[in-house]
């Protein structure tokens, strides 16, 4: 039967929830951005060495800029493009699609109710933004 795409990232939230599961996305090139403008900046106010204080300090506040702040994944998954929650949606009914449901709310309860069929959704929520995002992910308060 199919199911909402909107249904499957509920499930997906729900499970994420139980494992209190959290992740901090890494914006790579904002920091590398950053690095960059600082030494162009630098070069042009101090030359060869304003390029490598530049440098040095952009990189420093790009590093902490990128970090990430650990946000709970219902949040991400939430803020995620209509397209990549179709990627992640196609990604879950592979493992969902031969259980026997009639809606959104027993789906969920067969799901909730059965161990490994949750532990697969939950790699492939790991595996999702671990490879797609980048993200980091911590579990626990």
Known sequence: MPIDV????????????ERKMKAAIKHSG?????????????????????IAIGGAVGGLFGAW???????PIPQIILE?????QQKLYDDAFAIIRNLDWTDAAQLTALVMGNAALQQKLAAVLINYLS???????????
Request: proline share 5%.
């Open 131 to 141: 490879h797609e995002l980048k993200a980091e992910i911590r579990y626990g308060e």
């Open 80 to 84: 995620l493009s209509p397209a990549e």
């Open 30 to 50: 904002q920091g590398a951005l950053v690095a960059g403008a600082t030494a162009f900046v630098g070069g042009l106010m101090g030359g060869p060495p304003g």
């Open 65 to 71: 800029m990128t970090a990430g702040q650990f946000k």
């Open 6 to 17: 909107n249904d499957v990232m509920r499930l997906l939230c729900r499970i994420s929830e």
